[in-house]
């Protein structure tokens, strides 16, 4: 995850890569160190089910989160121990919620390029020795055996919370960001969806509220569809 040397390399899923991170590596674990590391709703989700604790207590412990200044829109960051820089997870024998590692660590030693389904290469070459071992992968292959396809599907279902009229990068209201932001706080969509007025009114039986309490993942599935229908109104009338 350190800055990218060559940022013009344009990769597809057919392109081929060279590279293989190990424990004989004199790089090894440095570059989870001084990152930014932007998390998704379901990183969270991930990460703060390995770690068994709550999403409040995830994002006051490791992460800086605020609003955007002008577009409002929320930023989550892993935050990096503030004295070595280096990522609140990492250990000499490697990342310790490796399982449940972010999407960019995932990804790494590539990156999501500017258009769908165009990567780019984010490790430095120099510093990254994995890049110049002699294992060999499509793009493709490399994404599928780190496990992308979960934060890929979710991905998709936060894009589609916005309204189609609302542009990436546009500025949105405070009380929208805010909004948005409980898809990455689900402990404060637990304790709307505990009220059964709040159910009688979204039409969430109990069955459908017992298997959602049990499954994270539905959970946050419907997080995004009460977050849309309530961002739809909201636009509908300003
Ligand atoms: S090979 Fe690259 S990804 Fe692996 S530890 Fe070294 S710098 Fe990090
Ligand atoms: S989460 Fe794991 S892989 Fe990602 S930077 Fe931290 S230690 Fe490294």
């Not at 955007?68 to 490697?94: I, K, N, W, Y």
Request: net charge negative; aromatic share 10%; with cysteine.
């Amino acid at each position: 995850m350190n800055p990218a040397q060559d940022t013009h390399e344009v990769y597809r899923t057919e392109s081929t890569i060279r590279f293989a991170c190990h424990h004989d590596l004199p790089c090894f674990t440095q570059c989870c160190r001084d990152v930014n590391i932007y998390l998704t709703p379901y990183d969270i989700l991930r990460l703060r089910r390995s770690l068994r604790m709550g999403s409040g207590e995830f994002l006051a412990r490791y992460t800086r989160h605020y609003l955007a200044r002008v577009t409002h829109v929320p930023v989550v960051q892993l935050a990096m121990d503030s004295h070595t820089l280096r990522c609140p997870f990492v250990s000499d024998e490697g990342c310790r919620v490796y399982d449940d590692r972010p999407w960019a660590c995932r990804m790494f030693p590539l990156d999501l390029g500017n258009e769908s389904g165009v990567y780019r290469l984010l490790a430095d070459k120099k510093r990254c020795l994995g890049l110049h071992e002699g294992q060999r992968w499509t793009v493709g292959e490399w994404l599928e055996t780190q496990g992308v396809g979960p934060y890929e599907a979710m991905e998709q279902a936060l894009q589609q919370v916005m309204p189609p009229e609302f542009q990436p990068g546009q500025r949105m209201e405070a009380g929208l960001g805010k909004l948005l932001y409980l898809a990455y706080d689900l402990d404060r969509f637990d304790a709307i969806l505990d009220d059964p007025r709040f159910r009688a009114l979204h039409g969430i039986d109990e069955d459908r509220y017992v298997a959602v309490r049990q499954n994270d993942e539905e959970k946050l599935l419907l997080a995004f569809a009460y977050i849309q229908r309530q961002i739809a109104e909201l636009f509908s009338v300003l």
